[in-house]
């Protein structure tokens, strides 16, 4: 059986009032792009800061590549490459101080990777850390978390305050990363930013992971809004009581309402009916997401 | 609403300066009375003994008025010591409202919310005068408060006057700080300038009263004009030109800053030389000392560590070139030398230097200890701890490296101090034991590393109150030490104090059991922060 990257189970962390994680049971196999999505506050970073050790879990566990997260943590870090959601300050200290504090610390590190990287990101590592802005320290920290070619990236937001130029770059980065062997484990709380590099997502709502599934599968749970126009006076009665259909509304010859799941009973119930018009309007992905943020019982949808 | 936030970012300095003003007050007041007694020639003779020692420091300190009296004790003490920190604060607080508001984005905000930005400078200064007001009336109160208890009778509106001055004085530091900070390219340079620049004129005020046909360039100085006002001090007036005069030129200089504000772009100063241009670099530093995270730490401080080692360096040095002439002067008068005695005994030279420049090395060390601690939590608080721990390192060897990095840093000042006076002490006409000499000097190691440990474990477990928490126990420990011999403690209460743990090294037998307690201290606090590391969580958030 082969090692999970990362493996969660009942992982918890309570800060009291309902704020934490809790019960997360996840697992990441090893070569996935996982994409860990949720609203800001969702309990994103705390399952980050759990899984490279720096908080101790009030309850479960967690392990990377095999190891315990928190008795092996320093083992861990030798093959993690991180990005925190937020760069710290380094004051008057240059990138290539900092750069090189990280790289000499990890070890592995060579000036030829460093250099591959810094040209791609278009990062100066002569400027004080002060004088960059808020894109560069992202950069930064994309070094810092890539230049060691770790096997498993933990990286919290890591797009946050990337150009869309340097975005796509950081992804080619995550994908040659893949490529090579390596496990990616990303948070945000834009899907549709780190969509096109992940195989799974998971999406975590008020500390709770509510939905875990392949891409596809979320397109597959959509909700279409199906818009039809009749040649003469609108027949919601036609759809009100057909499984998966909800929210109909009429207004003159049209009518509009949500289905869900197949279209074959809507498409029966149009037969004999003189129809000017249909249209299904396919709901973003974005869209999809958003369902899962809604309030919603607590309990992990399937 | 924009002067009430004004007033609000200003309240921890509120607080800390009105409290510690109201506390210096009332302990100098204890102090006055322990040391200088209830008779009229028990005080006379410690009047005299002051204003010889205050002689000595002319070319940094007024000389008082009236110092065997409370009144006048109280304001020699407050112009020779509190109203420099004071000052120093009102300078950071300037170059803060002229810059680091910038680097936090508050200014943005408010200028993005409509506040235009001459009502924003007007706004911060007047809430920052308010609270220097405040701050400089609270020491009255303590005096006030202190005064029935010490059987003295000062003058309140003398006093209150006195502070009106000073808060002048210090506004128009602050105004001085503001200004300068409006043209550097960065705020590190506008902070250093500003500050450096109330530094300097406080050399000035120095100058121009020790030498008489440079006392013109005095006019320069707030220091000065504060000077002016002796009101506090029984027969002492109120220079009310000073006073308008050093408000109308601090309202003069914040006038100055807005037109440069306007002009300016905000986080960039007038001048934007020194700025980097030139090719990108592309390759990772492959300096040795940042290999390790101490020695990247005393590397990243390395310009701060230097100055602390040359001060220290410096004002060893200084203090014991000055040593000779305080102490022939003393003890030249019996009623002083019986005092002196008591303060300090022991042979005449050696005795008088353990209480002039180790006393202050102390002090120094307390304070590199604080300065560190506050440089660790900061790091913490950040999120520099939290990336540290993402690479393979341990929060055992996070400890032992600070641990490391304080020692050395510490061990560096003080072989400073030691060069300073070691180099000076021949020259000196002291005949100084050179073993006592480095005995003494090698003790502050100790003695540093004890805050070190304390503070070591504190910013371990609490990172966010380990500052204020260190700080307030060197005040007390500081407090405890000076007050202990005043008031005849038991040793085991006087023995809680590191400063009266220390000693006075440099005369008699060296005894090494407070060295010994001193080190323990520092290992228990070095356990204590490697178990209450292991144990906390580590997040910024």
Known sequence: MMTAAIRTEKLTKDYGGGR?????????????????????GAGKSTTIRLLMGLIHPTGGSASILGL????????VKRLVGYIPGELPQFGGLRGRDIAGHFGALRGGVDQTRVKEITERLDLDLGLKFRQYSTGNKKKLG???????????????????????????????????ATAAGATVFLSSHVLSEVEHVCQRVGIIRRGRLVKVARLEELHEIRVRRVEIEFAGEAQPELFAHLPGVENVESNGHRVTFTARGSFEPIANALAGHHVVNLASHEPSLEEVFLTFYEDAPEKART | MIGWMAWRLHRRGLIGFSVGGFLISFFYGAAFLQAAGTTAQSQAAFGRSVTLVAKQFAFLIPLPVHPETLGGYEQYKWLAGAIIIMMLWAGLAGVGVGRADEDRGLTQEWIASGVSRPRLLLARSAAFGLVLLVACLASVVGIAAIAPLVHQDPDVAGEILKALSMTAGLFAGYAIALLIAQFPAERQTATALGVGALVLLLVVNGIADTIEAASWIGVISPFHWMERTTSAAPGGTFDLGATVGLAVAALALIGAAIPIFLRRDIGSGLFNWGRRTGAAVRVASGNVLLRLPFTEGLWEQRVGLTVWVVSTLLLGSLMISVTKSVADALFADPALAVV???????PTYAALLGFIWFGIALLLLAGYAVVQVSRWSAQDQDGRVELLLSAPISRTRVVIERALEFAVASLLIVVGGYIGVAA?????GLNLDAGHLFTASALLWPFALAFGGLGVALVSRWPRIAVPFLAAFAVVEYILGDLAPLFKLPD??????????????????????????????????????????????????
């Open chain 1, 142 to 176: 994309i070094l810092i978390a890539f230049m060691h070619r770790p096997k498993l990236l933990i990286l919290d937001e890591p797009t946050s305050g990337l150009d869309p130029l340097n975005q796509q770059e950081f992804f080619k980065l995550v994908l040659e």
């Open chain 2, 492 to 541: 085991w209460v006087a023995n809680l104090s590191v400063f009266h743990l220390y000693g006075n090294p440099v005369v008699g037998s060296v005894s090494w059991t407070p060295a010994l307690s001193m080190t323990l201290v520092f290992l228990a606090g070095f356990a204590a922060a490697l178990v209450l590391m292991r144990q906390r969580d580590v997040s910024s958030a």
């Open chain 1, 68 to 75: 315990d997260a928190i008795g092996q943590s320093v083992e």
């Open chain 2, 424 to 428: 000076t002490a021949p020259r000196s």
């Open chain 2, 340 to 346: 002196f005695r008591g303060a300090a005994p022991g």
């Open chain 1, 20 to 40: 934490g994680l809790f019960d997360l049971d996840l697992e990441v196999a090893p070569g996935e792009v996982f994409g860990y999505l949720g609203p800001n």
